[in-house]
């Protein structure tokens, strides 16, 4: 049971939800940038949400499929397409033993999720399969995945025998995940924001800026930050302050002004003031950002982003107990 | 000094313990560690103490909210603030040791040696000995997996980052940036001046914990020769 990985492209890695429990040893959290996308992923392939998927950074990706599998594509669109024929998105597809598997080109978002049922099974370290590339630990071997690399899959979740028969390279079901239930993914988004630790220190001027302007994604952004520009926001009397503890979307403005959105790859500890935090809730969309994009931020209460995250986990619940009915009514679970 | 809550967006609280570095801070949040994770509540993730504070991070739906108008935030704080009380009563004298660091100082692992030397009027066996004369407080682990920042290094021997950062520093590498001292547990880019380098790994994921080094550790460096450092780095698991 294996996936042969034939291109990576720019970057893919295995993935899972993170490692967490270790940041006092200064161990980072890593695991899916986009988690709604990756844990709809996993449902739709049968899996739980902790098992491991593939996170594939724009085009170039290509593999083949060693085995019948089910998978799930999901996430951003770049152009999936088996043995020349276009893969429907968010939804089971039933893959056949010998089928390629492209990502020929970005049509929005930035990062899919491919995952297949039975989950990667790469070992676990500390807890966790997600890839943690400065340390070289978790993932495949540690590292991004290279052409020629043999990815192990778990017992599958989905009966095989219960695919429906037919000659073509694979089978998408008839239903998928409304768009109504997806996140509100755009070019460019607009991203809700409570209010950072050291929001006070900035000018009024540079409070204003960061709420009222729209931001340049830059191409140095990657998984362990966002590099936006835009204008320069400044403190009222710039000072050190000491390192402390960051989050998944803390927004911290580092000396030359230009602010940095902390995703999966952060460090544990920063010592740059932060302006601001992005809401749990838009976490999907500001992972799926594209460079070349532009953001904008606009400020919520914290009393706001927790009910629209338990909003949010509550359409997931549901989300997942429809999918595993779905599965189990066609028969695959 | 009572604890002040701050929320780091809507799935941590940033407890902060005072306003400067000092050990007894240290030694108050090391305990409210202690106390939470022996006592975990209902949706705690994980907490991360640095040097004036602890992020206690949770998951928003694993919490027992009460039927009260609180929001989540406030609950966490309403936790932490019932084991301020019992922290305040944790009264365990933490041990006193000393991690042993050897240092295979100058040379090839240590290329600046010679630079923070004569940025102080001191000569190389000056540094080494003061770096080495001093003993150090892990005040937390950050930057990388292992790396400890620490505090009390004397001035005497503080020397500002390079201007270009090196884009690759081996693992092991003793450095100072400004009065600090730390070491790298990995191979990364880095601007501190590399004074030597131990043969121990600081990281060592296979093993619990992960790091040689943890907050509230103390630490000495000692000064070995090349041979002892083959020695050592050979006996490495």
Redesign the interface.
């Known amino acids: 049971m294996s996936i042969r990985i034939h291109k990576p492209g720019l970057l893919a890695t295995v993935q899972d939800l993170g490692r967490t429990g270790y940041g006092k040893y200064g161990i980072i959290v890593s695991g899916a940038m986009d988690r709604f996308a990756h844990r709809t992923a996993n449902w739709l392939a049968g899996n739980d949400d902790g098992a491991a998927a593939l996170e594939i950074t724009l085009s170039g990706f290509a593999a083949e499929f060693e085995q019948d599998h089910w998978v799930a594509i999901t996430g951003g669109n770049m152009t999936p397409v088996i043995d020349g024929r276009a893969v429907p998105m968010w939804r089971p597809v039933f893959v056949r033993k010998g089928s390629r598997l492209v990502l020929k080109q970005p049509v929005s978002g930035c990062r899919a999720y491919l995952a297949v049922s039975g989950g990667v099974d790469v070992p676990e370290v500390m807890g966790s399969r997600s890839t943690y590339l400065r340390a070289g630990i978790g993932g495949f071997e540690g590292r991004a995945l290279r052409a020629g690399d043999e990815l192990p899959v778990g017992t599958p979740r989905l009966g095989v025998s219960e695919a429906p028969a037919g000659d073509g390279s694979f089978y998408a079901v008839s239903w998928a995940i409304p768009w109504s239930l997806l996140p509100a993914y755009g070019q460019n988004p607009a991203i809700r924001v409570i209010r950072g630790r050291q929001w006070d220190d900035f000018t009024l001027r540079s409070r204003q800026a960061f709420l009222q302007s729209s931001f340049h994604v830059t191409p140095q952004s990657d998984r362990m930050g966002y590099r936006l520009s835009g204008p320069s926001l400044e403190l009222e009397s710039p000072r050190e302050y000491l390192s402390e503890a960051v989050a998944l979307g803390t927004v911290q403005i580092p000396a030359d002004g230009q602010p940095i959105v902390l995703m999966a790859d952060r460090q544990t500890l920063g010592g740059y003031p932060k302006i601001a935090q992005v809401i749990s809730a838009d976490l999907p969309v500001m992972a799926q950002a594209t460079p070349g994009g532009h953001i904008a931020f606009r400020e919520v209460s914290p009393e706001e982003a927790e009910s629209l995250f338990i909003r949010e986990e509550r359409k997931l619940k549901r989300l997942k107990t429809m999918i595993r009915l779905k599965l189990k009514e066609d028969n695959y679970a | 000094m009572a604890w002040s809550f701050?929320?780091?967006?809507?799935?941590?609280v940033?407890v902060e313990f005072g306003s400067g570095?000092s050990e007894k801070i240290h030694q108050e949040i090391r305990a409210a560690?202690r106390g939470i994770e022996s006592r975990p509540f209902s949706g705690f993730?994980?907490?991360?103490?640095?040097?004036?504070?602890l992020?206690v991070?949770y998951d928003?739906?694993g919490l027992r909210l009460t039927g009260r108008k609180m929001?989540?935030?406030e609950h966490v704080c309403s936790l932490l603030r019932d084991m301020e009380k019992s922290a305040a009563q944790d009264k365990e004298v933490l041990s006193a040791e000393v991690i042993d660091i050897p240092v295979c100082y100058g040379g090839e692992f240590g290329p600046d040696l010679g630079l923070v030397a004569e940025l102080n009027g001191l000569s190389e066996e000056e540094v080494v000995s003061i770096h080495a004369g001093e003993q150090y407080l892990v005040y937390?682990?950050?930057?990388?997996?292992?790396?400890p920042?620490l505090g009390g290094m004397p001035g005497t021997i503080a020397a500002p980052r390079k201007k270009t950062p090196r884009l690759r520093i081996p693992a092991g590498s003793v450095g100072i940036a400004g009065t600090q001292t730390g070491i790298y547990?990995?191979e990364?880019p880095g601007g501190w001046q590399i004074i030597g380098r131990t043969p121990l790994a600081l990281?060592r994921?296979?093993q619990l914990?992960?790091?040689l080094l943890?907050?509230g550790d103390y630490i000495r460096f000692r000064p070995i020769g090349l041979e002892e450092y083959r020695r050592l780095r050979g006996i490495q698991p």
């Open positions: 701050y929320p780091l967006g809507d799935s941590a940033l570095i560690v993730v994980e907490c991360v103490p640095a040097f004036t504070t992020c991070y928003l739906m929001t989540a935030f937390a682990i950050g930057f990388a997996p292992g790396f920042y547990p990995i990364t990281f994921p296979d914990p992960p790091t943890q907050g």
